[in-house]
């Protein structure tokens, strides 16, 4: 069985997987979010293909540097794809002094989430001009929803010099569910209708497909999707 998963998001395009996993059976899930699919669409999907290819990906970001240093040479012997990019948020298990543990990661403002006995929690931080406002005090959370600069990222893969990737650790429980997802998903559903329609399906898949439906009825401006990732005890 592939040790690795990807969900990859192109223009005016929704998809939603879910994946149920034995403690066990711990793997890593991505989402490359292309910022300019349209213009080249062959090079950011095999951009994104390559950080799900790569297992180097879940503990050095090889995956990372290596799509960041291929997007510039296209864009250097291409003038015209100036300005390509990819957002990416993602968690991979990582074995630590023998206790399974998630990593997670992003880069941009593709989000993970983690959800809990005690609710839903955003662990992935924006890279965003919105974020960068809203912690200097300039705006608050309403004003936010609404800005004009709100799908302004201010890192993102296809840039020099490669973007600092933050990362997180946490432990990997049984029970424990994550929803890794687009901004076109986060844009349009607040984190309590995530949490909603996440525990009204057992079934990790369907509740994917939910979080893809409901962001496209609530708009549907932006490229939407989502994984959602189910942690069983077996």
């Known amino acids: 069985e592939a040790r690795e998963r990807l969900a990859t998001i192109s223009a005016n395009q929704a998809l939603g997987s879910g994946f149920k996993i034995a403690m066990k059976d711990l793997e890593a899930f991505r989402i490359p979010e292309g910022m300019d699919f349209p213009k080249v669409p062959g090079l950011s999907r095999e951009a994104a293909e390559k950080l799900s290819r790569d297992p180097r990906a879940t503990t050095d970001w090889a995956a990372l540097a290596e799509a960041n240093r291929e997007m510039l040479d296209s864009q250097a012997a291409h003038p015209e794809q100036g300005g390509m990019g990819t957002t990416v948020a993602g968690l991979a298990a990582l074995p630590s002094d023998g206790v399974d543990e998630w990593v997670v990661f992003n880069v941009g403002d593709s989000r993970v989430y983690r959800l809990d006995a005690d609710g839903i929690t955003q662990i992935t931080r924006d890279h965003s001009e919105v974020r960068a406002l809203l912690d200097a005090g300039l705006i608050d959370a309403s004003e936010a929803a609404t800005h ?87």
């Open 148 to 234: 004009p600069m709100r799908n302004v990222i201010t890192r993102s893969l296809g840039s020099d010099p490669a973007p600092d990737v933050d990362v997180w650790q946490l432990p990997a429980v049984a029970g424990q569910r994550f929803v890794v997802c687009s901004d076109g998903v986060s844009n349009e559903l607040s984190d309590e209708e995530i949490l909603r329609i996440s525990r009204e399906h057992e079934d990790p898949q369907a509740a994917a497909e939910q979080l893809v439906a409901a962001a496209v009825a609530a708009g549907g401006r932006d490229n939407a999707s989502v994984v959602v990732v189910a942690v069983t005890a077996a």
